[in-house]
């Protein structure tokens, strides 16, 4: 990561179990191990978040790069009150908001290339046939199965339920600091998310009885 150096700092060796208000803070003084710290720490999850949102590689590594330069751009206005995540995640955010808005480099929501409805690897169906002509259930076809529609399932949901439920369940973030980020009141972000699970569970809702069916 580039554009790092600031002012020399006070020389105290940074721990590695530091807070990450308390590692802004010392890069606000001029530590750039403190900002390696937290970029080690954070750079894997937002590069997640990112990908999931707006669901292109390429973009999400541009964005992510994006992302931390803005931290280093805005470090002398960051205030140790507000809470380094969600100031973070505010901006991975915003721009997620932005890339999908201008459209630019879009294509269909996939993490993987999607494969057939009723495929696992190597061609495998999801119900295969036992010698005596009973089906099986190939559960690692399932599993592939269910992890490619789940991915295009959260490409289908509205933008404001999509951000939600990502940082919800990706993150663990609770309910308040996800208002913070979205910029709504923390009973919007649970309606959002609650609709957001409602329409995942229809999509998903042939698994459902697959899952009961396996021994």
């Known amino acids: 990561m580039a554009h790092l150096a600031r002012p020399a700092g006070n020389g105290i060796p940074v721990q590695r179990d530091e807070s990450d208000e308390g590692l802004m ?3 606000q ?15 894997k999850p937002v590069f997640n978040f990112i990908l999931r949102f707006v669901g ?3 973009q999400a590594e541009d964005l992510l790069q994006e992302v931390f330069l803005r931290i280093i751009k805005g ?6 009150q507000a809470k380094f995540t969600t100031w973070m995640y505010t901006i991975a955010r915003n721009l997620c908001v932005d890339a999908s808005r201008r459209g630019k480099h879009r294509r269909a929501y996939s993490l993987d290339a999607p494969m057939d409805r009723d495929e ?17 259930i190939d559960r690692q076809a399932i599993g592939t199965e269910l992890s490619g529609r789940l991915h295009s399932a959260i490409g289908k949901l509205s933008e404001e339920q999509r951000e939600v439920f990502l940082m919800r369940e990706f993150l663990d973030m609770p309910f308040k600091d996800i208002a913070e980020v979205v910029g709504c009141p923390e009973n919007t972000v649970k309606s959002r998310m609650r609709y957001a699970l409602e329409k995942l ?3 998903l809702e042939e698994y459902a009885d697959l899952a009961k069916a396996l021994p």
């Open 56 to 58: 292109d590689k390429a």
């Open 75 to 80: 470090a002398d206005a960051y205030q140790r």
């Open 120 to 136: 696992g690897k190597d061609g495998a169906t999801l119900l295969d046939v036992t010698s005596d002509g009973a089906p099986a």
């Open 25 to 27: 803070l010392r890069y």
């Open 201 to 203: 569970r229809e999509e």
């Open 29 to 43: 003084r001029g530590e750039v191990r403190a900002f390696e710290v937290l970029l080690s720490r954070h750079r």
